[in-house]
């Protein structure tokens, strides 16, 4: 019930495509949801959260799409660019309680070609 | 601003020594996590630290414990070093009224032989 699932575990798509990432869940307790994007060698950057009660986010050229009755969300990048390429971790966490545990995804290898 | 720094950055040891890694959080962020990341997977909760108690724990044996000090930085130490301990050590610090919203430093990347 602690886990979160994420696919696929990698992805190439041409410069200016849409790469979109998938995470399911099962804890329903969880209601804080992130996205990090990690370089080789550098930790992971957030990007992008989102709460079970919004449907879809959008910060520039991510956006969450959230399902809470399917209990998935997913990561869109939108005109995807070659310095994108990195990897993406989902994330789940009980925002309303008293630790900030997150538990991550096994994430995802982007790769954009030029 | 600066962000989570880590010190040291590299670290290579062996089976059965004593590591200290040294985190400072974000100025302001009086939270601090410890993740560990083995290679091609996602980070593994460890510890979770603010007003210089443990406030939450991973899966991981006694070998691993921490300590926030009054400046809210934090120190992670591992005992009897094993070789599957060799991984990148993550922290990260959060404003405690957000304690999931989480910034990470670069990692310390620890090899054990």
């Known amino acids: 019930q602690q886990q979160v699932k994420q696919s696929p575990q990698s992805l190439i798509v041409q410069k200016g495509g849409i790469p979109i990432i998938n995470c399911a869940y099962e804890?329903?307790?969880?209601?804080?949801f992130p996205w990090y994007q990690q370089f080789p060698g550098k930790g992971p950057a957030l990007l992008i959260a989102?709460?079970?009660?919004?449907s879809e986010k959008k910060e520039g050229r991510f956006t969450i799409s959230f399902n809470k009755s399917a209990k998935q969300f997913s990561l869109h990048i939108m005109d995807s660019q070659p310095g994108d390429s990195a990897t993406y971790f989902c994330?789940?966490?009980?925002?309303?309680?008293?630790?900030?545990?997150?538990?991550f995804g096994q994430g995802t290898t982007l790769q954009v070609k030029p | 601003d600066a962000g989570v720094t880590q010190s040291p950055t590299h670290l290579i040891k062996t089976r059965g020594q004593h590591v200290t890694l040294r985190c400072s959080p974000i100025?302001?962020?009086?939270?601090v996590s410890w993740y560990q990341q083995v290679l091609g997977q996602g980070p593994q909760f460890i510890f979770q630290?603010?007003?210089?108690?443990?406030?939450g724990r991973g899966n991981f044996p006694d070998r691993f414990s921490a300590r926030q000090f009054p400046n809210y930085s934090s120190e992670l130490n591992v005992n009897a070093l094993l070789l599957g301990d060799s991984a990148l050590y993550l922290c990260?610090?959060?404003?405690?009224?957000?304690?999931?919203?989480?910034?990470f430093g670069p990692g310390t990347r620890l090899t054990v032989t």
């Open positions: 994330a789940a966490a009980l925002g309303s309680g008293n630790t900030g545990k997150l538990i």
């Open positions: 630290y603010y007003e210089k108690e443990e406030r």
């Open positions: 989102i709460r079970p009660d919004v």
């Open positions: 100025s302001g962020h009086k939270s």
């Open positions: 804890n329903t307790a969880f209601d804080y």
């Open positions: 990260a610090s959060s404003f405690v009224g957000a304690l999931y919203e989480q910034y």
